[in-house]
């Protein structure tokens, strides 16, 4: 039995938000003077199983998010949102005009010209 799209793509973002939030926990620890080496000794691993582990998102176990956080000395917290709460990517004015405010800022290095070209092109 195939696994349906939904699940695949839901599962597939969960792996890589999970991914993003230990690795700037690492990050931050690394800061702190934390080696690969420090987390492999901790978790009982050689260097080589981590640098594996930390080479992208994969399909962690929680045990294994469980000790990268312990060996950064964080945890994480867990909560749920339901679809129907969560807030709207896109959300327009009632008159179909964008808020210009309401945008992002353009990114660092780009023109005004750049953001009101595509500004316009949003409207």
């Known amino acids: 039995m195939n696994r349906p799209y939904e699940m695949t793509m839901f599962a597939a973002r969960n792996r890589n938000v ?3 939030i230990v690795m700037k926990a690492l990050e931050k620890a690394a ?3 934390l080696t690969r080496k420090e987390i492999a ?3 009982g691993r050689s260097p080589s199983q981590i640098s594996t ?3 992208g998102p994969s399909n962690w176990t929680l045990d294994t998010v469980s000790d ?3 060996s950064a000395k964080a945890t ?3 909560r749920v949102i339901f679809d129907e709460d969560r807030p709207k990517a896109n959300e327009f004015h009632e008159d179909g005009q964008v ?3 309401a945008l992002p800022p353009p990114e660092s290095g780009s023109s005004a010209k750049t953001f ?3 500004l316009e092109r949003v409207q």
Request: proline letters at 0%; glycine letters at 4%.
């Open 18 to 20: 999970v991914y993003e």
């Open 31 to 33: 800061e702190r003077g």
């Open 41 to 43: 000794r901790m978790m």
């Open 53 to 55: 582990t930390l080479s």
């Open 68 to 70: 990268l956080l312990r």
């Open 76 to 78: 994480m917290d867990y």
């Open 99 to 101: 808020d210009a405010a």
């Open 116 to 118: 009101k070209f595509e």
